[in-house]
């Protein structure tokens, strides 16, 4: 097994620096620079440019800490800067024209799409093998603070959250879901992408409340009411034990089934892995348990078949599976695709997590789980 040993960092100085004013704080920013500039040092041309991906730009903080390696290292850098939200295009277009021009100096390429367009740019048409990925997923702090967006719990709000906002015309929006599902999909969906264990509760009320006098539930506070209604005095905790409001879970399902995000994330690092050269890294940012698991799952090689998913979902995920797990014969092992590293900073473990320090600057990365594959 590939062992890495990453040095203990200073992320709390390092997130601040990477930080626009007023937005989102990339999480384990130091690691991520090491690992993706500081790494290739040894293997590169002296001189060579390095080219990367962001898959998710976001606010951008990631990229400008992998330039700032880069020029502390005065090493020419290419970021291939991607995300579906038209706001985060905007700001790597604005990041990219900020930048000197020069052949040695650094370049973001900004593209605005999903994972599963990443093959579609032309901009990536002919690229030569990348030297390193990164997916950094869920929501950016900008998109979570913006009530319109319909993500946040504690701002009313539209329920829409679709990731790209009405850029993404065809995709439906966690309204849609909420007022025209049945109620065993909607529990099955809140119990597969929320791991909410009163999933069918929950459902029932939410079906009541749509078919009421008050008809269809259209802002996230209305929905959120719903929930905590339905729930009653039962106290809810997160995982980590604080407490946490009723309709938390349903909104990361809601969130999860309209953005379609772990069939997005699949084809993502499937066509990650054919845009890396041999032996590079693709770094993955999780923050909760069902995407780590994916993750996890992907990197070392295992099958995806007994993921458990609502229907309506059911087929994509099949499309994923191997052609050979349709066999009643024991399948012939996986394709080796790729190395999942372990993390000699992490007594071995094969993630690594923020320390305290940044997680009292930003409480987002408590939950952080940073693993990385090697593409074989
Ligand atoms: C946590 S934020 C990234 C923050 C960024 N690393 C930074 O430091 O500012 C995640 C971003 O990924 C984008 N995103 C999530 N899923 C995506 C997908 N399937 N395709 C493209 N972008 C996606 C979101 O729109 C969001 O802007």
Redesign the pocket.
């Not at 962001?54 to 990229?63: L, N, P, Q, V, Y």
């Not at 991607?82 to 939200?85: A, E, G, Y």
């Not at 799409?113 to 599963?116: A, D, I, L, Q, T």
């Not at 950094?136 to 950016?140: A, E, P, V, Y």
């Given at each position: 097994p590939v062992s890495i040993r990453v040095l203990q960092f200073s992320s709390q100085a390092a997130a601040a620096a990477?930080?626009a004013p007023g937005?989102?704080?990339?999480?384990l920013?130091d690691a991520v620079a090491e690992l993706l500039v500081g790494a290739c040092q040894g293997t590169r041309r002296p001189g060579s440019r390095i080219l990367l991906l962001?898959?998710?730009?976001?606010?951008?903080?990631?990229?400008r800490r992998l330039l700032r390696a880069a020029s502390e290292a005065s090493t020419p850098i290419t970021v291939y800067a991607?995300?579906?939200?038209p706001a985060?295009y905007r700001l790597a277009g604005q990041l990219s024209e900020s930048l000197p021009p020069g052949s040695d100096s650094a370049t973001v390429v900004p593209l605005l799409?999903?994972?599963?367009q990443l093959a579609e740019h032309a901009e990536l048409t002919g690229v030569e093998g990348i030297d390193g990925a990164?997916f950094?997923?869920?929501?950016?702090s900008t998109?979570l603070d913006e009530a319109r967006r319909g993500f946040a719990l504690s701002a009313d709000g539209p329920l829409d959250m679709r990731?790209?906002g009405p850029a993404e015309a065809d995709s439906p929006t966690a309204a849609d879901l909420v007022n025209g599902l049945e109620a065993g999909d909607l529990a099955a969906l809140f119990r597969a992408y929320g791991e909410e264990p009163m999933a069918r509760r929950l459902a029932r009320a939410v079906v009541e409340r749509r078919s009421g006098p008050r008809g269809p539930l259209r802002t996230t506070k209305q929905l959120a009411d719903c929930l905590a209604d339905a729930v009653g005095s039962a106290r809810r905790k997160d995982s980590l034990g604080r407490s946490a409001h009723p309709a938390t879970r349903v909104f990361q399902a809601l969130r999860i089934a309209v953005?379609?995000?772990f069939i997005?994330?699949l084809s993502?690092l499937q066509l990650a892995r054919q845009l890396l050269k041999p032996g590079a890294p693709c770094l993955v940012?999780s923050f909760h348990s069902l995407e780590d698991r994916l993750v996890k799952r992907v990197f070392a090689n295992r099958s995806l078949d007994d993921l458990c998913c609502p229907a309506a979902w059911a087929d994509a995920f099949k499309r994923q599976r191997s052609p050979q797990s349709l066999h009643a014969e024991p399948p012939p092992p996986p394709p080796q695709l790729w190395q999942l590293v372990r993390f000699d900073s992490n007594r071995g473990e094969d993630y690594l997590m923020a320390g305290p320090a940044e997680v009292a600057e930003n409480p987002r990365a408590r939950s952080a789980r940073l693993r990385v594959g090697l593409k074989l």
């Open positions: 990477s930080a937005s989102h704080s990339p999480v920013a962001d898959a998710t730009f976001g606010a951008g903080g990631h990229t991607n995300d579906r939200d985060a799409g999903k994972f599963s990164l950094d997923l869920g929501l950016c998109q990731m790209g953005n379609n995000e997005e994330l993502g940012l």
